[in-house]
């Protein structure tokens, strides 16, 4: 049973960095043809696409964040961590990490965590 959870502070202030870590159980992040992504639920609204990074090490970003994110992993933790820039109240919402197969389902998901812009 894979599974995964989210750390990270709850709060940030604008135009800083948000740094997540999602640390993996029950499965290697380096196992062949699987996909490990951040999603985020601003409240109110619908899942949105951060961004992933592959078995391989490759990463994508959704370009609707204009280049402010960056998905690193540590495979000796078996950890990946997103870091989203210059923050701001938009970026309020819950974060989760989640993994996909070639299928592209979804099925393992953090239990996600709330993360406040505010000063």
């Known amino acids: 049973q894979v599974q995964l959870q989210e750390s990270g502070p709850g709060l940030v202030k604008p135009s800083q960095t948000l740094s997540l870590t999602c640390t993996v159980s029950?499965?290697?992040?380096?196992?062949?043809?699987?996909?490990w992504s951040w999603i985020r639920q601003p409240p109110g609204k619908g899942l949105e696409w951060m961004g992933l990074i592959a078995y391989s090490g490759s990463t994508y970003y959704s370009p609707s964040l204009n280049g402010r994110t960056s998905i690193s992993r540590d495979t000796s933790k078996n950890q990946f961590t997103l870091q989203l820039i210059s923050v701001s109240p938009e970026d309020t919402a819950v974060y989760y990490c989640?993994?996909?197969?070639?299928?592209?389902?979804?099925?393992?998901w953090g239990q996600g965590t709330q993360v406040t812009v505010s000063s």
């Open positions: 989640a993994r996909s197969g070639t299928g592209w389902a979804y099925d393992y």
């Open positions: 029950g499965g290697s992040i380096t196992t062949n043809y699987y996909y």
